[in-house]
């Protein structure tokens, strides 16, 4: 008889392979797999999906995959593998497109704050292909947002960060009241405080740029907000199917 959580050995050992192969193995081939920004010219249409296979660290995949495991295993025994694999997924994609659109606003925001200061397209494609930008603009503009406009174009998202937290909303709402202890709480927390917490905690770092390392915070309230609205949404169809 397979394991009822046999799914998530499976997206385990996929991650592992890929991450050993990338970051030990050397295989360049997969940095495609990656998620970039759409108009830089390494973007392809599959990112969106195989970004969740690739993280950028073990503390990363670590990390992800102790959450998977101990989050997702309820899940995918209550709902059965096919519905489980299928919100995964969802969250994973959903993630990487509230992601994408944060950072396609914020792109947006900064290179109109270049044109409003006299700078034409070509300037533009010289500071994105070459790093190159003149003191005037450094100055005008300021060097941290020229900073955060190249790595919104040049560096590229990995990780299944969207997906676990997607995962999370998931086992908070059908488990509210299970208890969770963790080495910073000095008392175990329930699941219906702790994920809108870190959640929270997403957003403001996401809007606030006060993020320590390089997290893609939005990515993480991407999947939690892609997450509510899918079970909200299959609720409240359970419920109508019932009252008919």
């Given amino acids: 008889m397979p394991a009822r959580n046999q799914s998530i050995i499976y997206l385990m ?4 392979v ?10 360049t081939e997969l940095q495609s797999l990656a998620l970039y920004f759409p108009l830089n010219d390494q973007f392809q249409i599959w990112q969106p999906f195989t970004h ?7 503390a990363h995949i670590l990390f992800n995959m102790f959450a998977l495991w101990s989050f997702g295993t309820p899940l995918e025994q209550t709902w059965q593998t096919p519905k489980f694999l299928l919100f995964y997924f969802a969250t994973g994609i959903g993630a990487a497109a509230i992601y994408t659109l944060a950072n396609y606003y914020q792109f947006n925001m900064i290179i109109n704050e270049i044109m409003a200061l006299g700078y034409g397209s070509s300037h533009i494609d ?16 300021g060097k941290d947002r ?17 997906a676990i937290y997607g995962v999370l909303v998931a086992f908070a709402m059908q488990y509210p009241n299970a208890k969770l202890s963790l080495i910073f709480l000095p008392v175990p927390i329930s699941t219906k405080y702790f994920v809108p917490l870190i959640i929270l ?17 939005f990515a993480h309230v991407g999947g939690a907000l892609t997450a509510l609205i899918i079970m909200l949404v299959v609720k409240n169809t359970q419920r109508n199917f019932k009252v008919r």
């Avoid at 969740?52 to 073990?58: A, K």
């Avoid at 790595?151 to 299944?160: D, K």
């Fill in 13 to 16: 050992a996929i991650n592992a």
């Fill in 18 to 27: 890929i991450f050993i192969l990338s970051e030990f193995a050397n295989v």
């Fill in 52 to 58: 969740m296979f690739m993280h950028g660290s073990i």
């Fill in 126 to 141: 010289a500071i994105l292909s070459q790093g190159m930008a003149d003191q005037n603009l450094i100055t005008a503009l």
């Fill in 146 to 162: 020229l900073i955060e406009l190249m790595a919104i174009y040049h560096t590229p998202a990995v990780g299944a960060s969207g």
């Fill in 201 to 217: 905690g997403d957003l403001f770092f996401g809007v606030t740029k006060y993020s320590i390392g390089n997290i893609a915070h």
